[in-house]
T-cell receptor, first 114, second 114 residues
Framework: DSGVTQTPKHLITATGQRVTLRCSPR?????VYWYQQSLDQGLQFLIQ???????AKGNILERFSAQQFPDLHSELNLSSLELGDSALYFC?????????????FGEGSWLTVV | QQQVKQSPQSLIVQKGGIPIINCAYE??????FPWYQQFPGKGPALLIA?????SEKKEGRFTISFNKSAKQFSLHIMDSQPGDSATYFC?????????????FGKGTKLTVNP
């Protein structure tokens, strides 16, 4: 158990709909990352928040948005969903240490768009 | 642009064999190189990591070899076991770049036959 909690574990929704994925980082971790995993693209970095502020942005579509709340949990909002958005979405958190940035992943949220 | 190239895509070895997975990177600003192990239905979990100031790091049966001049690094699994069957991802990050986000290779599916 990595200590990173994601909900829901599975989600099936229709095209055009909007969903919210939720993540609770490990206790004390200030950084939260969102990654998308698909068969053809592998693990793609979407966005990072650090202590409530956006820190880095990757291949995140304009239809997607995220935020990190004062209690450090994060939400990833996916709107106007398309079939191609079906993927496994991972949240991860980290506490930078002297030896490097150990990033811990949650078990993911499976999104199926039908 | 794929910044971290991983090979092979899949690998089958017999129990006790030494699978080797290779990665090459392009960005010379990368200074942290972890390997992650992922079992089906689970999130990636950190296995071992190395910084470019050392050429080799060993933890148990897992060894990373690092060649800074060639911009390559590899994972060796000694005395492999069926329980090592999983997908392995190499990754890289620039910890001095303001974000600790990881750039992942596309993964290697390892099967260790009994």
């Amino acid at each position: 158990d990595s200590g990173v909690t994601q909900t829901p574990k599975h989600l099936i929704t229709a095209t055009g709909q909007r969903v919210t994925l939720r993540c609770s980082p490990r206790s004390g971790d200030l950084s939260v990352y969102w990654y998308q995993q698909s068969l053809d693209q592998g693990l793609q970095f979407l966005i990072q928040y650090y202590n409530g502020e956006e820190r880095a942005k990757g291949n995140i579509l304009e239809r997607f948005s995220a935020q990190q709340f004062p209690d450090l949990h994060s939400e990833l909002n996916l709107s106007s969903l398309e079939l191609g958005d079906s993927a496994l979405y991972f949240c991860a958190s980290s506490a930078t240490t002297v030896s490097g940035n150990t990033i811990y992943f949650g078990e993911g949220s499976w999104l199926t768009v039908v | 642009q794929q910044q971290v190239k991983q090979s092979p895509q899949s690998l089958i070895v017999q129990k006790g064999g030494i699978p080797i997975i290779n990665c090459a990177y392009e960005n010379t600003a990368f200074d942290y190189f972890p390997w992650y192990q992922q079992f089906p239905g689970k999130g990636p979990a950190l296995l071992i990591a190395i910084r470019p100031d050392v050429s080799e790091k060993k933890e148990g049966r897992f060894t990373i070899s690092f060649n800074k001049s060639a911009k390559q690094f590899s994972l060796h699994i000694m005395d492999s076991q069926p329980g090592d069957s999983a997908t392995y991802f190499c990754a890289a990050s620039n910890t001095q770049g303001g974000s600790e986000k990881l750039v992942f290779g596309k993964g290697t599916k390892l099967t260790v036959n009994p």
